[in-house]
């Protein structure tokens, strides 16, 4: 009997990374490893050079590597580890899939595109050449990763904007940059507050694209054309947080946050007009608002300060559903948002009206989606969620003994079967 209950076990461990479910959890860590060993050669990583004056303690910490953002771009994921603490080796990392052993379900991490790119100066000297500190990232439909790195060291008690904050694009394809733009200071001081974007392209010509970016901190919206290389910037009471909504209740542990637009995504393009409704929410927040990508796009508009009446309540999902990030499928038409006070994934048929009572819940799983932090579609619409706990990081301590970051996979189309998103 022991024999063929080896067999089976021995068949399990083969397969590899297949994606049969509708939903699969993909990944889990305890704690973020890398591929690179610390230990033995802790100096080259952090610092280019021995400084004995270094400010902080910046050897690899596995705890404070608190992965926050996931992207996937054919076969590789994108990890995005912010800097809130020392001890964060590289704050953009990837996983090649393919490389990862049959049944691994806690792959090391290793930097992207480098270690050098990510690495810190020991007097934390500014280098634009350098990455800081990332939170998300989003692909577009042109093979380039788009991100901005928000220049910051958010160590407690020593906040430091160490250089201006940046977009940048890289080509996936060729693994090379193609632009970084500091964002002016005429835009905003600091980066704190730009944890997320969203890329819209134009459907034949990649330079035709704009990055729209909230900022949770600010409660502005800024759009950065590809092809103008400018940027400007709009502000509205919709972007601010709600403090009706501010008390979260996850794993336990009650909190009070303030966070403005956290998440934007793009519906449809309407074939004449080219204009996509742009549905935006901040997180402390249970309303869900839209505008224009036209509007956003107008720089001169921009400029007036005279367009309130551009941005528009769509409606409310109803208490205990504030969300971090969402996505609208082109496919189904259905938005899906990462729910932070359920530990869930929750949808919303765009075709139907926007009350609690028109949306459903997709996932829902108290151990392995506590505090879902991101949620973003590939290239074939397959959405890719990242839950990591956060509030317990911050509040409590994580359990090393459990798995704490959790990755998981959506097909939307079947995902919404038997919820009230499908019509
Ligand atoms: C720096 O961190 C290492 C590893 O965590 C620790 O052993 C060492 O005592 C720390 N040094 C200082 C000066 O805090
Ligand atoms: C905070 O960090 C900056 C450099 O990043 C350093 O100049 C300063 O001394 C630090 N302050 C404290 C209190 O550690
Ligand atoms: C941009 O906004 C201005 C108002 O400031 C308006 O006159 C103009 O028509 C808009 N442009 C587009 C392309 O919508
Ligand atoms: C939306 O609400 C209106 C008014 O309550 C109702 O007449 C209409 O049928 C609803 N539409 C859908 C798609 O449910």
Not at 26 to 35: E, G
Not at 169 to 188: G, Q
Not at 237 to 258: E, I, K, M, T, Y
Request: aromatic fraction near 12%.
């Amino acid at each position: 009997m022991a024999h063929i209950w080896t067999t089976i076990v021995t068949v399990a461990l083969m397969l590899p990374v297949v994606y049969c479910q509708k939903i699969q959890e993909v990944f889990h860590w305890k704690r973020i490893t890398h591929q690179k060993d610390f230990n033995a050669d802790t100096r080259d990583i952090f610092f280019e050079e021995l400084n004995p004056t270094s400010l902080n303690n910046e050897t690899f910490a596995s705890y404070v590597n608190v992965p926050m953002g996931v992207t996937h771009h054919k076969g590789r994921l994108f990890i995005t580890v912010p800097r809130r603490f020392p001890g964060v080796p590289s704050t953009l990392n990837v996983i090649d899939i393919a490389t990862i052993p049959e049944g691994e379900m806690s792959p090391p991490l290793k930097a992207y595109p480098d270690y050098i790119v990510n690495q810190l100066h020991s007097d934390y000297h500014p280098d634009q050449k350098r990455f800081i500190s990332i939170y998300r990232s989003k692909v577009d439909r042109c093979d380039r990763l788009w991100f901005v790195d928000t220049g910051m060291l958010e160590y407690p008690g020593n906040a430091t904007q160490v250089q201006r904050p940046q977009v940048w694009i890289i080509d996936l394809l060729r693994d090379r940059k193609v632009r970084s733009f500091p964002i002016p200071e005429t835009i905003v001081w600091t980066g704190e507050g730009m944890a997320s974007l969203v890329v819209d392209v134009d459907t034949e010509n990649c330079d035709k694209a704009f990055a729209y970016i909230p900022d949770l901190v600010q409660a502005a919206i800024y759009v950065y054309s590809f092809e103008a290389n400018r940027m400007w910037a709009f502000r509205h009471s919709s972007f601010q947080q709600n403090p009706q909504r501010a008390n979260f209740h996850v794993a336990g542990l009650r909190f009070v946050w303030d966070d403005g637009i956290f998440s934007i995504t793009l519906g449809r393009r309407d074939p004449l007009t080219k204009a996509r409704p742009v549905y935006y929410h901040p997180m402390v927040s249970t309303s869900e608002f839209t505008t224009s990508s036209l509007t956003l796009q107008n720089e001169s508009l921009a400029s007036t300060e005279n367009y309130g009446q551009f941005f528009q309540l769509l409606g409310d999902r109803g208490p205990n559903s504030q969300s971090t990030l969402h996505h609208y499928d082109e496919e189904t038409g259905v938005i899906f948002y990462a729910e932070v006070n359920r530990n869930a994934i929750g949808c919303w048929n765009s075709k139907n009206n926007f009350t609690a009572e028109d949306h459903d819940t997709i996932l829902l799983d108290h151990a392995d989606l506590i505090y879902p932090g991101d949620l973003n579609a590939d290239a074939d619409g397959v959405i890719w969620v990242l839950a990591n706990n956060l509030p317990t990081w911050l509040y409590s301590r994580y359990d090393e003994n459990r798995y704490n970051f959790h990755v998981w996979r959506i097909v939307p189309k079947e995902a919404i079967i038997g919820t009230k998103c499908h019509n």
